[in-house]
C-alpha cells in the first residue's frame, strides 16, 4: 500500500470520526432546547390559568388570554411573564426542531416570529380593556399578536407537508395537519364571534386556537426527543 494511499484512508477516518462525534452534541443540543420549548408551552397555560383563578371577574369563556394583562389588569405582570416564558420557549423550540430534526428553516423562522412577538411585543404592549384597540399600544398588541398567530399557523402546514416525505417524522405529519386545521378553525370562530357580538364566547375561540399550537410544540418535542434520540438517527 502506498503513502498516498494511508494518508487518504486516515483523513477518511478522522472525517467520519468528526462527524460521529459532532452528531451527537447537536442531537443533544436540540433535545434540550426542545424540552425547553414544552416547558414554555405548559408553564403558559398554568400562568394562565393561575391568573384567570386570582382575577376577580374574569371569565376564560368570554375573556380573551390578554385581557389577563390590559392595562390596569389586576395581575398584569403575571401575564406578561406568561407570554415572555411562553415566547422565548418557542423560540427554544424553533432552535431545537431544527438541530434535531433538520427542518427547513422557513419553518424555523416562523416559529422564531411567533416567539418573538410572543415573548416581548405582547408583553411589552398590553392590550386596551377589553383587548379593543383604542390607543396606540393597544392596536401594537393586536397586530403583533395576529402576525405571530398567522407565522405559528404556517408553520404548521408547511412542516406537516415537510414530514409527509420525511422518515422517521413522518409519524408526526397527519396529527400536525390535524391540529393545524383546529387551530385555523379556532381563529376564525374568534374573529367571527368578535366582529358578530357573540363575546360570550371569545374566550373558547381563542383558547382552541392557541391550545393547539402550543400541543403541537409539546407533542412534537416530545416525539422528535424521543426519535433523534435512537441510534438509528
Request: net charge neutral.
Amino acid at each position: 500500500m502506498s503513502f498516498t494511499s494511508v494518508n487518504t484512508d486516515v483523513h477518511i477516518k478522522r472525517g467520519t470520526s468528526s462527524q460521529v462525534d459532532s452528531e451527537p452534541t447537536t442531537t443533544w443540543s436540540g433535545r434540550v432546547l426542545l424540552s425547553l420549548g414544552a416547558f414554555g408551552s405548559v408553564a403558559f397555560v398554568v400562568l394562565v390559568v393561575i391568573g384567570g383563578a386570582i382575577t376577580d371577574g374574569y371569565d376564560h369563556a368570554s375573556q380573551a388570554i390578554s385581557e389577563l394583562g390590559a392595562t390596569g389588569a389586576e395581575h398584569a405582570t403575571l401575564q406578561a411573564l406568561a407570554f415572555i416564558v411562553v415566547g422565548v420557549g418557542a423560540c427554544c423550540f424553533a432552535v431545537g426542531l431544527h438541530l434535531a430534526a433538520r427542518t427547513p428553516l422557513t419553518v424555523t423562522a416562523l416559529v422564531v416570529v411567533f416567539g418573538v412577538l410572543s415573548a416581548f411585543a405582547q408583553a411589552a404592549l398590553p392590550c386596551d380593556e377589553g383587548c379593543e384597540p383604542t390607543t396606540a399600544t393597544g392596536t401594537g398588541h393586536i397586530v403583533t399578536g395576529s402576525i405571530g398567530f398567522v407565522a405559528a399557523l404556517v408553520a404548521m402546514f408547511l412542516i406537516a407537508r415537510h414530514w409527509r416525505r420525511s422518515d422517521p417524522f413522518a409519524v408526526l405529519a397527519r396529527p400536525t395537519l390535524a391540529l393545524a386545521w383546529t387551530a385555523l378553525a379556532g381563529l376564525i370562530a374568534f374573529n367571527v364571534t368578535k366582529g358578530a357580538g357573540f363575546e360570550a364566547v371569545d374566550g373558547v375561540a381563542q383558547r382552541v386556537f392557541a391550545l393547539c399550537v402550543l400541543s403541537w410544540m409539546v407533542m412534537t418535542a416530545l416525539v422528535v426527543r424521543r426519535l433523534a434520540a435512537t441510534p438509528s438517527r
